[in-house]
């Protein structure tokens, strides 16, 4: 029985050898007679264990790197060739692997080619190999997808065990990528066909954990297929894994350079270590070369562990959006990597969509290269002067073509932005530049873009957009999604006009974090200038390109802003301490100085309100506005300061309008001014306003109640 002694001994050796291993995987060297002095009366013990591990990872080494393209040269003993497995007869061996040897045979019985995969000898009497190639048949035969090789049967025969597979003639991606870098539109066809691939795996509950383009096979006729699932495991919703692997704890399984730097590590792994060897693949298509190289398995886990890929080695042309899903592919923690690689299958084929050839731009080039110089000026001309009349929508070209577009859009609702990273700790993000969205629309007076509130209603609702439309009482709605890196942040945008479902405009932006306030100036402006409303100089000047703020302002800001919308007291509490973390962060940035000052505002007139919310909402927006004099919120929190604090009559009523006019959506700083109006009298006006409040926020039951 170990007593509580030797557990400790156990315990410091097991330490002692992990941070052993960890040196050489960052790449260094400990010597080993120094390194075992720093634990005397264990130097015996340790040193014994990190011989064992050296001569396992110089055993993992030789195994790893065996793969499909290093048939040439590898020992075939013993060949099957000319034998007769079943119904079977054995052609040629096409390739070799780790854990398998595969076989060209034909099928007597149904006349077709198949493979056959076999154990490889030095593994026939071992049982753990038998029950990796039963297990990975079964995996297999769940699996039914056109890019997914099928299995056909398993015959057991000489007492081993012998898949029976679809044979895919061609190349594999490997052979393919030796030739050198691949096209944008061969890499991203490509990609998408992987993508969708282990997409269907996933869904199925398989994760294949050796994902590498040796195991992408590509027929003459370009259709791709995904080999060798004998590295794969079943899981429980994607997360937590099955304990029905013959892969134990600990053990690092799949091929170095394509491994996740939690499968290195040895540690529990999901369907994320797919999509880490995905963005591995797409980079090497894209780039010709591995993200990460070394001489050996070790060096290669060290840069996986410790190194970033050499980004600038894309090619200038590599779409921005497609620059982005690759730094979230290959995320080292796997909680902030892309979450579902279907998504990465839903972008590329976006994209392929946008960087296609018309069949306009094709038929163009057929036209230039038979008709003769003059004619095809004349045509060119022609399609430039259609382009100038189609540009004024609604007269010319619509008479000439008979065409009807959307009507005339008065009224938009910006729904919930998708949070693309699958990380809920992202939500308080991406639900911040979703009202910075709508906030920077509120100052295009003609467009009334409905309040945050309502819109929040829709979040993760699943209905049709003319339903929501209908609901909402507006004329269009944008959908967008955020996908947010490190401090690179990308955004895009659709604009829809609800009833007909007509696509109006769309676009994808990316940018440094610092920029952001400037990119939802530019996401604003260009669909102002999409619907066709003349803005006012007053309204243009709110639109150009902003300052830049520092990224943990803006952190501490919408965090701020996330707790203030829960309105609770808690909510409140908190959202003001990270309203106050914003301005300690930056004390130059005006961004939380408004928010703040209507925070207090806000907060006088609520349960428990402290006797300092008035004078604090009163002191900070006035330090807001000594920053940024169009500050929306600031202006609103001096009229209500004004109104029930100070009673400084002369003036609370250009504090309201000036805030409305510098954001519409203000709905509860419009319904203080409807109170304003109908304190002095003005009813008509104040029911006027209440009206405006509960069309911008129809969903809000607060406002009937001040209506009544």
């Known amino acids: 029985m170990a007593t509580p002694v030797d557990d400790n001994r156990e315990d410091a050796v097991e330490e002692a050898v992990r941070q052993f291993v960890d040196a050489r995987w ?76 595969v076989y060209l045979a034909h099928d007597t019985k149904l006349g077709r080619s198949v493979a056959v995969k076999s154990i490889p000898a030095e593994l026939q009497t071992s049982t753990t190999a038998q029950a990796r190639l039963k297990r990975e048949a079964k995996l297999l035969a769940s699996l039914n997808h056109p890019n997914i090789a099928v299995i056909h049967d398993i015959v057991e025969a000489d007492s081993s065990g012998y898949l029976i597979l679809e044979y895919v003639p061609g190349q594999n991606l490997a052979e393919r990528i030796a030739q050198g870098p691949l096209k944008l539109q061969e890499a991203l066809s490509i990609g998408r066909q992987i993508a969708e691939a282990v997409d269907a795996a996933h869904e199925k509950g398989v994760v294949h954990r050796d994902l590498k383009p040796g ?20 899981s429980v919703s994607g997360d937590k894994d099955v304990d029905n692997t013959v892969t134990q704890p600990g053990c690092v399984v799949g091929t170095p350079a394509y491994m996740s730097p939690e499968q290195a590590r040895g540690k529990d792994t999901n369907h994320r270590t797919d999509i880490w060897s995905f963005g591995c693949i797409m980079y090497q298509m894209l780039t010709g070369h591995l993200p990460f190289e070394g001489e050996t ?12 890929p050499d980004w600038q080695a894309l090619a200038p042309d590599t779409p921005s959006h497609i620059r982005t899903l ?36 094709k038929s163009a080039t057929l036209v230039r290269t038979r008709w003769t110089m003059g004619i095809g000026f004349v045509v060119v001309t022609l399609l430039l002067v259609l382009a ?148 006012t100089p007053d309204q243009e000047a709110l639109l150009v390109a902003s300052r830049k ?62 006797p300092d919310a008035g004078p604090l909402a009163r002191k ?12 929306a919120e600031a202006h609103a929190a001096l009229a209500i300061d004004k109104l029930y604090g100070t009673w400084d009559w002369q003036r609370v009523e250009r504090s309201f309008q000036l805030a409305l006019r510098l954001n519409s959506t203000l709905t509860y700083t419009r319904a203080h001014y409807s109170w304003y109006l109908q304190l002095f009298g003005r009813t008509a006006e104040a029911l006027a306003q209440m009206r405006q409040v509960q069309e911008i926020d129809p969903w809000s039951p607060l406002w009937p109640a001040w209506l009544g």
């Open 388 to 535: 100038v009349l189609r540009s004024n929508r609604g007269t010319w070209w619509e008479k000439i073509l008979g065409r009807t577009g959307p009507g005339q859009i008065k009224s938009l609702a910006v729904l919930p932005l998708q949070n693309l990273t699958g990380d809920p700790e992202q939500e308080y993000f991406v639900d911040g530049l979703t009202e910075a969205l709508i906030a920077d629309l509120g100052k295009i007076g003609a467009l009334q873009p409905r309040s945050p509130t309502s819109i929040m209603q829709y979040k993760d609702v699943s209905k049709p957009l003319s339903e929501i439309a209908r609901e909402l009482n507006v004329d269009a709605v944008v959908q967008g999604s955020v996908l947010h890196v490190g401090e690179r942040v990308r955004i895009t945008a659709n604009l829809i006009h609800a009833p007909t479902d007509t696509h109006l405009w769309a676009n994808s932006y990316e940018r440094n974090l610092s920029d952001i306030l400037s990119l939802f100036k530019e996401i604003a402006r260009s669909i102002a200038n999409e619907i066709g409303i003349t803005m």
């Open 297 to 308: 398995a070790t060096d290669t886990i060290a840069r996986i562990l410790e190194r970033e």
């Open 26 to 101: 960052r790449g260094e060297e400990p010597e080993l007679d120094e390194f075992v002095r720093d634990y005397p009366g264990l130097e015996d013990q340790i040193r014994e264990s990190i011989e064992d591990a050296r001569r396992i990872e110089a055993l993992f080494d030789s195994l790893v790197q065996v793969d499909e393209s290093d048939v040439d040269g590898a020992e075939p003993e013993p060949d099957l060739t000319g034998r007769k497995i079943g119904t079977f007869e054995i052609a040629e061996m096409i390739g070799r692997g780790g854990m398998g040897v």
């Open 549 to 610: 703020v520092n990224p943990e302002t803006l952190n501490a800001y919408l965090l701020g802003m996330f707790y203030l919308n829960k309105t609770t007291p808690e909510g409140t509490k908190k959202g003001l301490d990270y309203l106050r973390q914003a301005i300690d962060k930056d004390p130059s940035d005006p961004l939380a100085y408004g928010a703040l000052a209507l925070g207090y505002a806000v907060s006088a007139h609520g349960p428990g309100a402290s």
């Open 215 to 234: 195991n992408i096979k590509i027929t003459p006729e370009g259709k791709l297929k995904v080999l060798d699932f004998g590295l794969a495991k079943a």
């Open 620 to 631: 900070t927006a006035l330090q807001a506005l000594e920053l940024d004099n169009t500050l």
């Open 326 to 361: 690759l730094h979230h592919c290959l995320e080292k923690d796997p909680r902030r990597r892309l979450a579902n690689i279907g998504d990465a299958a839903v972008e590329i084929k976006k994209t392929l969509a946008l960087t296609a050839p018309t069949t306009a731009a």
